[in-house]
């Protein structure tokens, strides 16, 4: 029988202490692991069960084609459990995840971005009109601003003091909530409305309250042309005729936030930092946005045309990918990358190393858009947005969103490092984002 004990090697530091390098120098660490262990090595956190950790592809596709039942993502993901509620897309796994998924992809195919393209240009050039220019800015809180508008406009389909109050709430509850210790259930206690999780407790109370109503609202007037995600997911029917509930709407628009606005947000303050640092790529992306673009102003339709753009947003979330893995609950004992593995534990393609292979991506650490250019890389070899069955639902809203608004600034804008920056890579929540938000210095661009 294998057990726990029999597990792959992997680093012998107290749990605590791999959790605390894991949080705060996730970078060193893995690379450490890589470099000792090799292809696979397990990790012992304070949190939940003994993790095994892969970077060769042939296991990583053994992870993201074997049977959901037998690995589990639901069962893996519960840390997250106590701040998005307990019918999220995230913690489900078998029928009902498999039910729910069907319900939300259709409002994130890949045509319905266009319909979002017009508002996500908007939302960025209202941001840059804020931006003070010739003095550092964070740009990483910037493009934070700019994802929480997008969602909740294009996902909530809120729009004047609607949309005020939700974002002002969700600011308050999101400050609180990216504290990594708080994945640590102990932490997990109300001691009243001035004690850290109770303060979290009382703002979720009061976003509830404005999501009910919302959902209330949508239920009560069926509007066909709505075309946000939540009147789509409202108006959804599973193959039973059922709709969802009013707490499973409210816990999945909690995930759709919570998953898919910080994460981009990242992901953009990342492409700016690997972009102003190499002149070269600069140039080649303002050259492309010259020949499509031109005198603008950027439509939805360009954004198909911007190949070096996609490819360097892809190479950005290889060398930066926000998630540095995922993770999947084994239900039985399973033989993964040549490694009997017990039924209990919990099996993850490393994503930050698996992108940092040199036998798949020559000369990882560089960061080269050419890469990406007119080829397709496997899903087990690049997989910033996981894989499977539980691929990132979000995934092409992501890309695009990232596309308009780098292709916005840029048109608009002269942006630099700020002068002395150094970045260090740390973790926000569970995201790996780079330190201080990233300060850039920003001028007009001349006509
Ligand atoms: C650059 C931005 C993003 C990155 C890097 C990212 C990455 C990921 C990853 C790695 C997973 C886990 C997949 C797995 O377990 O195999 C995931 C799941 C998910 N993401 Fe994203 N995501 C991004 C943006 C978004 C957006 C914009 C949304 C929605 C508005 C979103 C919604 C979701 C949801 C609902 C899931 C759960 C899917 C499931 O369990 O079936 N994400 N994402």
Known sequence: MTTTASLPPGPTLHPIHQGLRFAFRAASFFEECAHRYGDCFTLRLPVGVPVVMFTAPDAVREIFTGDEEDLRAGAANVVLRPLLGPNSLLFLDGAR??????????????ERMLAYGDAMRTITDRAIE???????LAIQ???????LDV???TVFGLEGEELGRLRDLLRRWIGLGTNPLWLWPRLQVDLGALSPWGRLLRIRREIDTLLFAAIAQRRAAAAPERADVLSLLVAARDEDGAPMSDEELRDEMMTLLVAGHETTATALAWAFHHVLADPDILAALREELGLVVGAGPLSPTHIGKLTYLDATVKETLRLSP???EVGRRLERPMRIGGQELPAGIAVGPCIYLVHRRPDLWPDPERFDPTRFLGTRPSPYEFLPFGGGVRRCIGMAFALYEMKVVLAQVLLRLELRLAPGYRMKLVRR???LAPSRGMPVIAAPRAA
């Open 151 to 153: 969602i909740l406009r």
């Open 429 to 431: 929540s569970i995201t």
């Open 322 to 324: 926000v998630l540095s």
């Open 97 to 110: 995840h498999a039910r729910e998924r069907r319900l939300m992809l259709p409002p994130f195919h890949g």
């Open 141 to 147: 809180p910037e493009m934070q601003a700019i994802t």
């Open 130 to 136: 804020r931006w003070p220019l010739g003095r550092p």
